[in-house]
């Protein structure tokens, strides 16, 4: 059973769109980070959300903590070609685990 | 400043036997956590190393060990492998104490167990 669930699993989406992603759990986090992975690569770091509440925005990005610091939401407003890849949220507790990833694929 | 790096960057094994995976972190950083991912899966933390020593371990089976060296350069051992060990190792550095720190990862190792 993953720690941090993520959803969708998947996304295809038309440049243009709006979408959400979301990461779930039940445990308590003393933060959150989201990653993108891009094929043969390894995971990059967009933000990490400390304070229960706290909404970070990174250009078109917008991402979100719990009150609880339990769950948190990845926006992309306006989606482009390069927004595309693996979405992966990661929760501090002792070390960092990771969900299971959404894959967003935005088409031209 | 160099980041992360990992080798090799692809492997080919057969079942049984032994690899070791070798990760430099990037410059200022003392923690090295190693991960596990499977082809469309996230990464599953393995273990993590500070001061040349397991500081937090995954549930992974003790076939998979590890070692921290004095310059802070990590290996990631696994002995008798199954086909299911075929995957990417991740290698991530940060810097101790500060768990609220980007992990900064290389490119991985692609492990293949034939």
């Known amino acids: 059973t993953q720690l941090l669930e993520q959803s969708p699993q998947f996304l295809s989406i038309q440049e243009g769109e709006n979408l959400t992603v979301y990461c779930n759990s039940s445990?308590?986090?003393?933060?959150l980070q989201w990653y993108r992975q891009e094929p043969g690569e390894g995971p990059v770091l967009l933000v990490t959300v400390v304070t229960g509440g706290e909404v970070k925005k990174l250009k078109r990005l917008t991402f979100q903590f719990g009150d609880a610091r339990k769950d948190s939401s990845l926006h992309i407003t306006a989606a482009q070609p390069g927004d595309t890849g693996l979405y992966l949220c990661a929760g501090a507790r002792n070390d960092m685990r990771f969900g299971a990833g959404t894959r967003l694929t935005v088409k031209p | 400043d160099a980041g992360v790096t990992q080798s090799p960057t692809h492997l080919i094994k057969t079942r049984g036997q032994q690899v070791t995976l070798r990760c430099s972190p990037k410059s200022g950083h003392d923690t090295v956590s190693w991960y596990q991912q499977a082809l469309g899966q996230g990464p599953q933390f393995i273990f993590q190393?500070?001061?040349?020593?397991?500081?937090q371990r995954g549930n992974f089976p003790d076939r998979f060990s590890g070692h921290q060296f004095p310059n802070y350069s990590s290996e990631l051992n696994v002995n008798a492998l199954l086909l299911g060990d075929s995957a990417l190792y991740l290698c991530?550095?940060?810097?101790?104490?500060?768990?609220?720190?980007?992990?900064?990862f290389g490119n991985g190792t692609r492990l293949t167990v034939t």
């Open positions: 991530a550095s940060s810097a101790y104490g500060t768990y609220n720190s980007p992990l900064h």
């Open positions: 445990s308590v986090f003393s933060s």
């Open positions: 190393y500070y001061e040349e020593e397991e500081r």
